[in-house]
């Protein structure tokens, strides 16, 4: 069983949305993010429109601020849309590998 995310972690959440920050430029960030099994991503938080594409098949749980735990399996290819994201609508999670491979994404977002 996983537990809650803390106030302190929520607190402490940054920006970085990815493990690698590739490029900046005309307003848009491309992230690498690569977790090896039982790697986590700390707590950040999402205020800009992105999307993310996920490379590699597997397994994570995601701890959200608002209490929710969130267990999830990727495919390959499988890409989200975050569009209607700003600092008011802005939130916070962690992700954590719990497959038995490196899970890989590629997220971009875009500065306004």
Same mark, same amino acid.
């Given at each position: @069983?996983? *537990?809650? &995310?803390?106030? !302190?972690? #929520?607190? &402490? ?7 690698? %920050? /590739? ?6 960030? /491309?992230?690498? %993010?690569?977790? !090896? ?18 490379? *590699? =098949? ?7 601020? =608002?209490?929710? #735990? %969130?267990?999830? *399996? ?7 849309? @975050?569009?209607? %994201?700003?600092? =008011?609508?802005?939130? /916070?999670? =962690? ?18």
């Amino acid at each position: @069983m996983t *537990t809650p &995310m803390s106030k !302190a972690e #929520i607190a &402490m959440a940054t920006d970085r949305v990815g493990t690698h %920050l /590739v490029s900046e430029e005309n307003g848009v960030k /491309v992230w690498h %993010l690569r977790l !090896a099994p039982g790697e986590t991503l700390p707590a950040h938080r999402h205020e800009r429109p992105y999307f993310w594409t996920v490379l *590699t =098949d597997g397994k994570a749980v995601s701890r959200q601020a =608002d209490g929710r #735990i %969130l267990d999830v *399996t990727y495919r390959a290819g499988d890409t989200r849309h @975050m569009s209607d %994201l700003s600092p =008011d609508t802005a939130f /916070v999670h =962690d992700l954590t590998n719990t497959g038995e491979a490196e899970l890989v994404f590629v997220t971009v977002e875009f500065v306004r």
